[in-house]
């Protein structure tokens, strides 16, 4: 097992817990290029290891990020360049699409991503944390969809994952006018799970919670993760078919034999990775 070495991120493993933080606090980790292919390429990795179960998704430095680096976006006119209108458009298109994926990786990813936000989350941060399993902050974050600001429609995930997670309403509100949510409110509309008085508080907590899950079936965790995604598009017809269809396949396993055996024991399961 050999952990990435990354420019943008740095990623530590301990107890089958990866915590991954964007690592440009001179920068406020604003996201340059390279931050969201590492993004991708650290994500497929937890994906794939066996013994990462959980990861959490942090900052390094005064903030959790602010957003899309403006240095990337001045540079993608030279980027996309071409003699032809059509070509350059098409150039466009693909990068932006490259983009989602590279935050569509957190939620492709069959293990939980917990993120942890202090600080400023803003513009393609909110994107960010959008694809994330749950989001936890401290009461003086501030979370902003700043691409109206700036003259853009936020485009790599907040106005198609955000509306399932506070409701149409407030995003119209919240796009239409970029204003700030502190993190007090952003728990009371449903943003993020829970909000802590300080961001030691915040990490000391959030570990706390990734902890809990690493220890839980990780075949069961991958399964839950697997039927509240597909829940998103999908009517509940359609998910019971599908939750039958996986225990049919995936229910009979060594974890179930364990957790029961643990029970009857009076002992913590130990699930194999």
């Known amino acids: 097992m050999t952990i990435p070495t990354c420019e943008t991120l740095k990623i530590e493993l301990l107890d089958a817990v990866a915590t991954v933080e964007m690592n440009r606090p001179e920068k406020a980790n604003a996201m340059n290029l390279r931050m969201w292919l590492e993004l991708r390429e650290a994500f497929k990795w937890i994906d794939e290891e066996p013994s990462v179960r959980v990861a959490v998704l942090r900052g390094a430095g005064p903030c959790f990020t602010a957003g899309i680096d403006l240095e990337l976006l001045a540079g993608v006119r030279q980027e996309i360049a071409d003699q032809c209108d059509g070509r350059m458009r098409e150039k ?13 990786a957190l939620e492709r990813c069959r293990k939980p991503v917990l993120a942890a ?14 694809a994330c399993d749950m989001r936890y902050c401290c009461h003086d974050a501030s979370f902003s969809i700043k ?11 907040t106005l198609q994952r ?22 007090t409110e952003a728990k009371e509309i449903g943003l993020v799970n829970h909000s802590y008085a300080s ?7 959030v570990a706390k919670i990734a902890a809990i ?15 509240v995604n597909y829940a998103h598009d999908h009517s509940v017809a359609d998910g019971l078919n599908y939750i039958a269809t ?15 055996t643990a029970v009857r024991a009076k002992r913590e399961p130990k699930f194999r990775d």
């Not at 693909?94 to 989602?100: A, E, G, S, V, W």
């Not at 509306?163 to 949510?181: D, S």
Request: hydrophobic share 45%.
């Open 92 to 104: 466009l298109r693909r990068l932006i699409l490259d983009l989602q994926d590279s935050l569509t």
């Open 117 to 130: 936000i202090h600080g400023h989350c803003l513009g393609g941060g909110v994107d960010l944390i959008c």
């Open 147 to 157: 691409e109206i600001d700036v003259g853009m429609t936020a485009d790599v995930g």
């Open 162 to 183: 955000l509306p399932k997670l506070i409701g149409e309403g407030m995003v119209r509100e919240l796009a239409y006018t970029g204003r700030p949510v502190a993190g």
């Open 199 to 205: 961001a030691g508080m915040l990490f000391h907590e």
């Open 213 to 227: 899950i690493a220890k839980k079936s990780p075949l069961s965790i991958r399964g839950i993760k697997e039927m």
């Open 246 to 260: 996986w225990n049919a396949a995936m229910l009979m396993s060594e974890d179930l034999t364990e957790a029961m």
